[in-house]
């Protein structure tokens, strides 16, 4: 089984519409973080979480918010998402500084 | 600017051949370096880690100057598997990981 896990896999959803992805790990580790990744632009990151009681704000975090449910659990909102929203999303865990172990991705386009 | 710059490429090189990519980071407080592997549509994966003093793993050769603040990576007699777009990651103060653009490299028969 996948140490990070995403759902749904690709999202296909309009404008306005509310959209959770999920991100979950049995890596045990304590960091995890939400990236978008856009051709030409490198992966750039939105939110991190240290711990469950840690959330900051990433390079790019307007237009999304997140939830830390538990160590292993971390979700991604788009409250009211919008055509440049569309991206390729990944989620990815970490101790400290050490290497990021990456989930397989979500796909979301907006109409 | 940017906190890590990698020249996008493309790079298409015979099998066998030696290719080299560089990569440059703005932020002198940077801790740790990585060289990360990405795949067509899939996730990125981490190659290898990049020490000091330089490293190797197989044909791979990493080398980090931080006088200069850049890292490099060597891929020796290149395999038609090494395709794939080669991402440059950079961990300052032990917070965030910045990624750069990533190279494309495509080996050809």
């Known amino acids: 089984d996948a140490d990070v896990t995403q759902t749904p896999r690709n999202r296909i959803t309009k404008t306005g519409k509310r959209i959770m992805l999920e991100c979950s790990q049995t890596?045990?580790?304590?960091?995890m973080y939400w990236y978008r990744q856009d051709p030409g632009l490198g992966l750039r990151l939105i939110y991190y979480?240290?711990?469950?009681?840690?959330?900051n704000k990433g390079e790019i975090s307007d237009g999304y918010s997140v939830s830390r449910q538990a160590q292993a659990k971390f979700s991604l909102s788009l409250e009211s998402a919008i055509p440049n929203q569309t991206a390729l999303y990944f989620c990815?865990?970490?101790?400290?500084?050490?290497?990021?172990?990456f989930g397989p991705g979500t796909r979301l386009t907006v109409l | 600017r940017k906190e890590v710059e990698q020249d996008p490429g493309p790079f298409n090189v015979p099998e066998g051949a030696t290719v080299a990519f560089n990569c440059t980071y703005s932020?002198?407080?940077?801790?740790?370096f990585f060289w990360y592997r990405q795949d067509c549509r899939k996730e990125p994966k981490l190659l290898m880690s990049?020490?000091?003093s330089g490293n190797e793993d197989g044909r791979f050769t990493a080398q980090l100057n931080r006088a200069s603040q850049y890292i490099s990576l060597l891929i020796r007699d290149s395999k038609l598997s090494d395709s794939a777009t080669y991402l440059c990651?950079?961990?300052?103060?032990?917070?965030?990981?910045?990624f750069g653009t990533g190279t494309s490299l495509t080996v050809i028969p």
């Open positions: 990815a865990t970490s101790r400290v500084t050490d290497t990021q172990y």
């Open positions: 890596k045990g580790h304590d960091r």
């Open positions: 979480s240290f711990d469950v009681k840690d959330i």
């Open positions: 932020n002198s407080a940077s801790q740790s």
């Open positions: 990049v020490y000091s």
């Open positions: 990651v950079v961990n300052v103060a032990g917070n965030q990981f910045y």
